[in-house]
């Protein structure tokens, strides 16, 4: 337990007000294409999953990710 560190993402100009919904949302697209141009062990991806997981409440991180594989079920049906 002594090597993990928790931080919280950086501030960013995009999300200049205390509502931090959308940058949650927008950290978790950041990781999720990130993994997709890169890999899924890019290390380089690894801050973009630590901003939203510190971001994000993990019922949201469910629920977008629910919302993500029905989106890509209905974009591949036939």
Do not use: M
């Not at 919904?21 to 294409?33: A, I, K, L, N, S």
């Not at 409440?57 to 629920?63: D, F, I, L």
Request: glycine fraction near 2%; charge should be negative; hydrophobic fraction near 35%.
């Amino acid at each position: 337990y002594d090597d993990i560190q928790i931080e919280t993402a950086p501030a960013d100009f995009r999300f200049p007000t205390t509502n931090q919904t959308r940058h949650c949302f927008t950290r978790y697209v950041e990781y999720h294409r990130c993994v997709a141009a890169k890999g899924d062990d890019a290390p380089e991806c690894e801050k973009f999953a630590k901003y939203y997981r510190s971001l994000c409440p993990s019922e949201w991180v469910c629920a977008l990710f629910h919302a993500f594989l029905n989106t890509a079920a209905r974009q591949f049906s036939l």
